[in-house]
């Protein structure tokens, strides 16, 4: 599966194209070396050197893992009490943070031939 199945994948499951998009380079880079693994040594447990990876073991998890990731990263008051939601999500989309682009990288790996 190439890059661009895995974003319309994600899309379908109803994660933002531009925060796919955004994760690109580094899913990339980390899977570069674990892709090239034999199948056999592939499975669902596989942490892929992050220690936060090592309990999710399907893609239902990823998704729930990435939007859950998304809410908390979106959800920020100023001292006045007006939601800064807006503002997060532009940041969101220009800098993922480090979690969920571990999270991606676990649901790309996981939709690459794990056993």
Not at 18 to 43: D, G, Y
Not at 48 to 70: H, V
């Amino acid at each position: 599966m190439n890059y661009n199945e895995f974003k319309f994948a994600m899309v379908l499951h109803g994660i933002d194209e531009r925060l796919v998009k955004a994760c690109e380079h580094f899913i990339i880079k980390e899977n570069s070396w674990v892709l090239k693994r034999p199948i056999e040594r592939r499975t669902e447990h596989s942490d892929l050197g992050y220690a936060e990876l090592a309990d999710i073991t399907s893609l239902d998890q990823c998704l729930l893992e990435i939007k859950d990731a998304i809410e908390m990263s979106t959800c920020d008051y100023d001292s006045l009490g007006r939601s800064l939601e807006k503002l997060r999500t532009k940041q969101l989309y220009k800098e993922p943070g480090k979690l969920i682009k571990r999270i991606m990288l676990k649901a790309f790996y996981l939709q690459n031939g794990t056993i």
